[in-house]
């Protein structure tokens, strides 16, 4: 699995933060029945690892990866807890070289030229433009393509259901990243047919040109 291929799969990245351990398998059958498989599990929390562990062995059919990866100890630990792709949020030379010498597929994230040029000298044509509305959203975007036209983009942070679709509009946008499909009052509730239901309307929604 390499980021170009995982950029394809699905139009929308769901941004995952696992509080309970326990909730992680069934949120991930409720996404994969909603048409969602490709999964961000952020490791912002102590459940984080073993969520993707447990994803990994008993969600076939999901390609679970880690989100918040701020360094090359995170990248590791994903990996072998069975991740198939790591996102981190901003990229560091130790982070870059751990992605290549592990092999673990690396989504990171930059939002200025600068940013976008080290990330290409450092072998990334696929970025996570985070915080996405946050940092000049669309226009932003748009902005960018000129000198970056080879240059995809996965943005994610303060992206909506209402939004989403004028990002996935773009040229240089592959998918987008949102944390709105496991909202934190429907996990709590445990209410996988919720989920299920947020995730169906946006694949319906937001099909990918
Ligand atoms: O922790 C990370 O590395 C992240 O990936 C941050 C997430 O992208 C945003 O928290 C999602 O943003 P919202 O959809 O606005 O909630």
Not at 52 to 80: F, K, M, Q, W, Y
Not at 88 to 102: E, I, R, V
Not at 118 to 139: D, H, T
Request: charge should be neutral; aromatic fraction near 4%.
């Amino acid at each position: 699995m390499n980021t170009t291929e995982l950029m394809k799969l699905s139009p929308v990245i769901p941004v995952i933060v696992i509080d309970d351990e326990s909730h992680a398998v069934p949120m991930a059958r409720a996404l994969v029945a909603g048409g969602i498989r490709v999964l961000e599990v952020t490791l912002r929390t102590p459940s984080a690892l073993a969520a993707i562990r447990n994803i990994s062995r008993e969600v076939p059919d999901a390609i679970v990866g880690a989100g918040t990866v701020l360094n090359p100890e995170h990248l590791l630990a994903a990996a072998d807890a069975g991740a198939q792709f790591a996102v981190s949020p901003g990229l560091t030379q130790a982070l870059a070289a751990a992605a290549k010498s592990s092999g673990l597929a690396l989504l990171p994230g930059a939002v200025t030229p600068s940013e976008i040029m080290l990330a290409m000298e450092l072998g990334f044509n696929n970025l996570k433009f985070f915080p996405a509305q946050q940092s000049g959203g669309v226009a932003m975007l748009k902005a960018l393509h000129g000198p970056f036209g080879s240059t995809k983009f996965c943005p994610t942070g303060g992206i909506s259901l209402e939004t989403a679709a004028e990002y996935l509009a773009l040229e240089n946008v592959a998918c987008i990243g949102g944390s709105w499909l496991t909202p934190k009052a429907l996990m709590q509730k445990q209410d996988w047919a919720g989920i299920q239901q947020l995730a169906e309307q946006a694949v319906t929604l937001l099909r990918k040109k």
